[in-house]
């Protein structure tokens, strides 16, 4: 059986998903802090759609946000970017991850969505 | 400290993006093995360019595979179907994903990619 509240609850294409990968090391946390803060600030913004995460034994993670516009993301990635500047000082942990913007153009999966 | 060969290393965009959850229960661990089957077929396929994945405790997770063309994914998918069809006969494991296909149209991250 699967879990509902892991898969996100998402209108028909087209709409935009931005993946987001990071791997947190047992020396350093911050990767998975850093991944939990930019999902709280994505839901509050408009145009946020969702997202699914997911991370391993071994410390690696992506967490995909969906968005109902590049405009939403935009304003999302601003937020992100302060948060970011506000660590800087404190840790390098914001200089290991990757983020692909994309627009998904078809949906489909078992159950039917 | 990242772990390099858990990022995908690709080229710039525009590029596509398959992105591809599932969760496998105690009960059944077809979906794990599911989304190892989809890569090792992708990457036995032209236009593959790499991909990301992640798994959590609890059995959801996340693979995102990337590729140069839809033509490339299409190809792909032909493969997966039939590989999900072998499979129907012995178990219902199938019926839990979702897929949705992106075209990557911004990537950036730290170090530069």
Known sequence: MSTPSSFAQLPGPPYYAVIFSSHRTLGDDGYGKMAEQMIELASLQPGFLGCESARDAEGFGITVSYWSSTEAIAAWKSNVDHLVAQDRGRR?????????????ERAYGKPAT
């Open 92 to 104: 390098g942990w914001y200089e290991h991850y990757q983020v692909r913007v994309a627009r998904v």
